[in-house]
């Protein structure tokens, strides 16, 4: 696992601090959480450690979610999620959603989490090759009810489309829906 987190703090910066799953402490999951301010401004993050050392149908994967500064305690949300996605057996694929419910994040509306690659991060950040296996680093974007339905009825092409036009702050949980999911 240093290697994986070599990987993560040279692009992240140091850990500032993490959740062990207490829940179930022989997953061997775990939460790390970076500085404030990486990748921009106003954001933290967090990346679950040891969800790769569990071979999924479709390889090995971890899960990071970009949030705003001061948004909470939600490492163990993010360990929640991590354990439930290891005892379904298979990987998140880029653009594959998954409801939780609306308000899950304790705010907003968004309702799910949204599988995609980390584009606010450099080249490179969203596999970790360890030699004996690459690991798929998944960002988790928390996406709205209509979000949900607009992937269902036009594809999650579609919704990268809408944002990449419209451009709204996929970190803030209270965003608005995009436009084109109306």
């Known amino acids: ?82 354990r439930k996605l290891k005892a379904s057996g298979r990987v998140l694929l880029r653009g594959e959603y998954v409801r939780l419910g609306e308000g899950f994040l304790g ?6 989490l949204l599988a995609y690659s980390p584009v606010y991060l450099p080249d490179g950040f969203g596999t970790c090759d360890l030699g004996d296996r690459t690991i798929i680093i998944a960002w988790l974007i928390p996406i709205t009810p209509a979000e949900e339905r607009f992937v269902d009825t036009h594809g999650w092409h579609a919704l990268e489309t809408a944002f990449a036009t419209e451009d709204p702050d996929l970190t803030d949980p209270n965003r608005p829906t995009v436009a084109a999911a109306h």
């Open 1 to 82: 696992m240093s290697d994986l987190v070599s990987h993560l703090e040279a692009r992240l910066g140091p850990m500032r601090g993490g959740w062990r799953d207490d829940v179930d402490p022989e997953s061997g999951l775990q939460v790390a959480g970076f500085g404030q301010d990486v990748p921009f401004a106003g954001v933290t993050t967090l990346v679950t450690l040891g969800l790769s050392n569990t071979h999924l149908e479709g390889g090995h994967q971890e899960l990071l979610m970009h949030l705003p500064v001061g948004m909470g305690d939600m490492g163990p949300a993010l360990l929640d999620f991590a």
């Open 107 to 112: 705010t907003g509306e968004m309702s799910g």
